[in-house]
């Protein structure tokens, strides 16, 4: 599932006239990156949630086959937060374990590197602290994630779930980080250490910096 229902306050005014997950970097569009990366996981079935916008990007993906997947949309008018929009759409996703993909990152972490499925109700991955988050947000331990520690990375908005976590959520509006933060508690949630590439697309300025840097690659092979 790639969540894309969101408004992006903080990237006004590009977001006004366009959702978040169609602003460009390297010429592409944001959730193109996800597509393609999850189509080279062997992965073919995707769930994109919608509110914002969201006919935009129903009319630019489609159905999905001209990039080798099958995909389909939780429509939700107005945007549930993270929890509420994949209790939303579990219908769609059945009932294995499922990854889910925040529309707003760009990253080179492999979704094959996941687990086939979490030994508890999540497996998350982790990223060191950015500049814009240095307190970070959970900490591993010993492959375990613990809610607070001294020592907290940052989530990715990339991680893999058991439909079980959201039964019981009463239908609305509801966040993902408390939910998550009581599963700790009985050290159901697992999570790993990504190192490599990853930005969080939260303001213009971040957006021009990753679209500089991919300008670059391109430009030396």
Same mark, same amino acid.
């Given at each position: 599932? /790639?969540?894309?229902?969101?408004?992006?306050?903080?990237?006004?005014?590009?977001?006004?006239?366009?959702?978040?997950?169609?602003? $460009?970097?390297?010429?592409?569009?944001?959730?193109?990156?996800?597509?393609?990366?999850?189509?080279?996981?062997? /992965?073919?079935?995707?769930?994109? &949630?919608?509110?914002?916008?969201? !006919?935009?990007?129903?009319?630019?993906?489609?159905?999905?086959?001209?990039? *080798? #997947?099958?995909?389909?949309?939780?429509?939700?008018?107005?945007?549930? !937060?993270?929890?509420?929009?994949?209790?939303?759409?579990? @219908?769609?996703?059945?009932?294995?374990?499922?990854?889910? /993909? &925040?529309? %707003?990152?760009?990253? &080179?972490?492999?979704?094959?590197?996941?687990? +086939?499925?979490?030994? *508890?109700?999540?497996? #998350?991955?982790?990223?060191?602290?950015? @500049?814009?988050? +240095?307190?970070?947000?959970?900490?591993?331990?010993?492959? %375990?994630?613990?809610?607070?520690?001294?020592?907290?990375?940052?989530?990715?908005?990339?991680?893999?779930?058991?439909? !079980?976590?959201?039964?019981? #959520? $009463?239908?609305? $509006?509801?966040?993902?980080?408390?939910?998550?933060?009581?599963?700790?508690?009985?050290?159901?949630?697992?999570?790993?250490?990504?190192?490599?590439?990853?930005?969080?697309?939260?303001?213009?300025?971040?957006?021009?910096?990753?679209? *500089?840097?991919?300008?670059?690659?391109?430009?030396?092979?």
């Amino acid at each position: 599932m /790639i969540l894309a229902a969101g408004r992006g306050e903080r990237m006004r005014p590009l977001t006004d006239a366009t959702p978040k997950p169609l602003l $460009k970097v390297g010429g592409k569009a944001l959730i193109e990156y996800h597509l393609e990366n999850i189509k080279q996981a062997g /992965i073919h079935d995707v769930v994109i &949630n919608l509110a914002w916008l969201g !006919e935009q990007i129903e009319s630019q993906l489609g159905d999905g086959s001209r990039y *080798g #997947l099958c995909i389909e949309y939780s429509r939700e008018g107005e945007a549930l !937060e993270t929890a509420g929009g994949i209790l939303r759409a579990l @219908p769609l996703l059945g009932d294995e374990p499922f990854i889910v /993909i &925040n529309g %707003d990152i760009w990253s &080179n972490y492999s979704f094959d590197a996941l687990p +086939p499925s979490p030994t *508890g109700l999540a497996h #998350l991955v982790l990223v060191n602290n950015p @500049p814009h988050h +240095p307190a970070g947000d959970f900490m591993l331990q010993a492959g %375990d994630l613990l809610p607070s520690g001294p020592t907290c990375l940052t989530f990715s908005g990339m991680g893999l779930y058991r439909p !079980e976590l959201f039964v019981g #959520l $009463k239908p609305g $509006k509801t966040p993902l980080g408390p939910l998550l933060r009581e599963a700790m508690h009985d050290q159901s949630i697992t999570g790993e250490h990504h190192t490599g590439l990853w930005f969080d697309i939260g303001s213009p300025e971040r957006l021009q910096e990753l679209d *500089g840097l991919m300008t670059r690659w391109a430009q030396h092979g």
